[in-house]
């Protein structure tokens, strides 16, 4: 199973890669503790109003700190833990089970020649972006 497993990876790099998919994983405990600190740190020197104002800051703070840190979608499927990356590609396995390829070259371009495997693949991996690591997808640069 391991070349299996790196031909899928691959080939998920590639139409990742050719979609120019970025994603962004969404850290709102860090956003939320940044929050939190600036209400507290409000309220200590400031009492109730300060810790209206604390807040206020401490939220555009951590909305600040969480937006914007896209990453490209390959390097996030080469990043991830070995069990994570078998999970992803059990998921495309069944898509492509019944496809008969030898390398990564091979399975790419049978995926990428049909539109209907095309878009199942890329489904399947946008949906184990969006369900398992809780991040967003963008396109394009």
């Not at 790196?6 to 979609?19: P, R």
């Not at 994570?84 to 030898?102: A, H, P």
């Not at 693949?121 to 997808?137: D, G, K, P, S, T």
Request: neutral net charge; proline residues 5%; glycine residues 12%.
């Amino acid at each position: 199973m391991p070349v299996q497993l790196d031909n899928i990876l691959c080939l998920l790099c590639h139409m990742s890669e050719h979609q120019k998919m970025k994603a962004a994983v969404k850290h709102s405990a860090r956003g939320a503790l940044v929050a939190g600190a600036g209400a507290f740190v409000g309220g200590l020197v400031g009492g109730p109003p300060g810790i209206a104002i604390g807040g206020a800051v401490g939220g555009l703070m951590g909305a600040w700190m969480t937006s914007g840190q896209f990453k490209p979608v390959p390097q996030i499927i080469m990043e991830l833990p070995p069990v994570q990356q078998q999970k992803l590609c059990d998921s495309v396995y069944e898509i492509v089970r019944n496809l008969d390829w030898t390398d990564a070259s091979q399975l790419i371009m049978l995926v990428m020649g049909s539109a209907t495997l095309k878009q199942k693949v890329a489904a399947a991996l946008i949906n184990y972006i969006n369900q398992e690591l809780r991040a967003e997808i963008q396109y394009g640069d």
